[in-house]
């Protein structure tokens, strides 16, 4: 793991860029260096065409309780100061939901608050069986951030995310799966090595058509022709790729694809 981070670790093997969130003495609960720490990474992660996957996860045994409650209270900012630190968050965060690579949250123990947002974010989320996640941002009086209203009821609808948003109450692990908010549960020593096994088949996809699918699904609540269109364009771009290419080939000769998901 790279040096020079105070809030965060971070590096990158084979392929597969880490993002660890390390503040254990407080769940991994943000605050703003935590934020600009992590803002340079995710541009890292972009820029960088030998990285192909980002796993992010949480030191200890949890992902991250959230917003640092006691940096919160001592920040003594005006409505103006939050709006302005705020904007400052939103476009970090826009920087990794918009990742053209997948990410992969591999959570632990609490994500709550911003913290589920963060999971929220990520294209899967890996949890362990003692995972537990809450919208708990009425229960401090504050309404939920870091893009929830926008990832939330697109996951489990608008009705339940309402009632996860309004009840701040704890979902545990099971439920979180039966939501479509983990993908997978596993046992928490398995936890990080499923992460680093589902980023590192991303290494044999097609960096080209994982960006596409990407942008496009960030166009599902779109009109009909305008999603076709954008159907088309892409289909047209990955059609014309070398990875394309030799997918084909490996398919057509019964030799193992390139790109496969790992078995749980």
């Known amino acids: 793991m790279s040096e020079g981070y105070q809030r965060i670790r971070f590096?990158?093997?084979?392929?597969?860029?880490?993002?660890?969130l390390a503040n254990p003495k407080k769940r991994n609960a943000f605050d703003p260096e935590m934020r600009v720490e992590m803002?340079?990474?995710?541009?890292?992660v972009q820029s960088d065409p030998a990285i192909r996957a980002l796993v992010l996860t949480g030191d200890g045994e949890h992902f991250c309780s959230g917003g640092d409650l006691g940096n919160i209270a001592a920040s003594g900012l005006d409505n103006a100061g939050w709006r302005r630190r705020l904007g400052s968050l939103h476009?970090?965060?826009?920087?990794?939901?918009?990742?053209?690579?997948?990410?992969?949250?591999?959570?632990?123990?609490?994500?709550?608050?911003?913290?589920?947002?963060l999971a929220l974010a990520a294209d899967f989320i890996i949890a362990s069986?003692?995972?537990?996640?809450?919208?708990s941002f009425i229960?401090?009086?504050?309404?939920?951030?870091?893009?929830?209203f926008y990832t939330l009821p697109r996951i489990v609808g608008v009705h339940r995310a309402r009632e996860l948003m309004l009840s701040g109450r704890e979902v545990p692990a099971q439920e979180a799966l039966a939501l479509g908010i983990a993908s997978e549960l596993v046992a928490p020593e398995a936890l990080q090595a499923r992460a680093q096994a589902i980023a590192r088949s991303f290494?044999?996809?097609?960096?080209?058509?994982?960006?596409?699918?990407?942008?496009?699904?960030?166009?599902?609540?779109t009109d009909l022709a305008s999603l076709l269109e954008q159907e088309a364009n892409a289909q047209a771009l990955a059609m014309g790729t070398p990875e394309h290419r030799e997918a084909v080939r490996c398919f057509l000769e019964?030799?193992?694809m390139p790109f496969q998901w790992p078995e749980a």
Do not use: H, N
């Not at 069986?129 to 919208?135: G, I, N, Q, V, Y």
């Open 11 to 20: 590096g990158v093997e084979e392929g597969v860029a880490t993002l660890v």
């Open 39 to 44: 803002c340079e990474v995710v541009r890292q």
């Open 91 to 117: 476009d970090w965060l826009k920087d990794l939901m918009q990742l053209d690579k997948p990410v992969i949250a591999a959570v632990d123990g609490a994500a709550y608050g911003a913290g589920f947002s």
């Open 129 to 135: 069986t003692r995972a537990r996640f809450a919208m």
């Open 139 to 148: 229960r401090v009086g504050v309404v939920p951030d870091c893009a929830a």
């Open 203 to 221: 290494v044999g996809a097609s960096p080209v058509a994982l960006s596409l699918i990407k942008r496009s699904l960030s166009l599902a609540a």
């Open 254 to 256: 019964k030799k193992p």
